[in-house]
């Protein structure tokens, strides 16, 4: 487990408030949320469907406005207040989504996805050739040959084999911060192992700060220094990981807890449908 020090804190939010609509009809989807990221961590933010952790993410990444509060990057007040302070914070801070589907053009060759990860650093006038090699070695770091995929469309590619290449992309951009909103919810188990090892790869190999976002508490254990439980808006408990996990106060945190399979545990077949 790693250690982190206040001073090395590079995503930080204070008393973030969403409100979608007004009056009688209004929905609090994100309420007062106090949180702090280090620089080099693995966070994760565990809740049920419905929790406001798909909001709150959109927030931190710009996508959508807070009601109230703010959000700081390395200890400075957020400013998306002109399209070239926008490009340059998406720099910085980039995502993964649940969906791979919906993330790519499917218009859009391999070879052109990757190439635009080229275009956002300022280097599209490379060398085709220099082109390739840089888009052979993201292709590789996850485990896809880019030989067979670049003259291909997304949709040809399975849900695992896209997975992996929202983190090729991640691989050339080399953002500081990676949020990965539910990114193996998709895909079959074998994959999802896979999917995992590659943002512990990506931290250790590029020291990426990364967000991960899941409803399962089991997969979030696995990956992360520290836990964030969020119920109905709300983080309820947060800390290390395994004294979460060891030592859950809130009883959202318990039920979470108890719900994650034990091994060590019979089976209650008579309870199968």
């Given at each position: 487990m790693r250690n982190f020090s206040d001073d090395a804190?590079?995503?930080?939010?204070?008393?973030?408030?969403?409100v979608f609509g007004s009056g009688k009809k209004a929905v609090h989807a994100v309420k007062d949320v106090d949180f702090a990221m280090h620089?080099?961590?693995?966070?994760?933010?565990?809740?049920?469907?419905?929790?406001?952790?798909?909001?709150?993410?959109?927030?931190?990444?710009g996508l959508t406005q807070e009601t109230s509060g703010e959000v700081f990057y390395d200890g400075k007040p957020r400013d998306l207040g002109s399209q070239a302070k926008r490009k340059q914070y998406w720099r910085n801070i980039q995502a993964i989504f649940?969906?791979?589907?919906?993330?790519?053009?499917?218009?859009?060759?391999?070879?052109?996805?990757?190439?635009?990860?080229l275009v956002l650093q300022g280097q599209k006038n490379l060398k085709t050739e220099v082109k390739h090699e840089k888009m052979r070695e993201a292709c590789t770091f996850v485990n896809l040959k880019f030989e067979e995929l670049y003259n291909k469309y997304p949709f040809e590619l399975s849900g695992g084999q896209m997975q992996r290449l929202m983190i090729a992309r991640i691989f050339m951009i080399k953002p500081n911060v990676l949020i990965a909103d539910e990114p193996t919810s998709m895909i079959d188990a074998c994959s999802r192992s896979t999917i995992l090892d590659m943002l512990l790869k990506l931290r250790e190999e590029q020291d990426?700060?990364?967000?991960?976002?899941?409803?399962?508490?089991?997969l979030a254990y696995y990956v992360s220094d520290t836990l964030y439980i969020m119920e109905n808006g709300e983080m309820v408990e947060s800390g290390a990981a395994e004294d979460v996990i060891l030592n859950a106060r809130h009883p959202y945190t318990r039920r979470l807890v108890q719900d994650v399979p034990k091994l060590n545990e019979p089976w209650d077949l008579d309870s199968v449908v």
């Open positions: 804190i590079l995503l930080r939010t204070k008393g973030i408030n969403k620089k080099g961590e693995i966070l994760s933010i565990v809740g049920e469907s419905g929790s406001g952790k798909t909001t709150f993410a959109k927030i931190l990444l649940q969906d791979p589907y919906s993330t790519f053009n499917q218009f859009f060759r391999v070879e052109k996805i990757l190439n635009d990860c990426m700060t990364i967000l991960f976002i899941t409803h399962d508490l089991g």
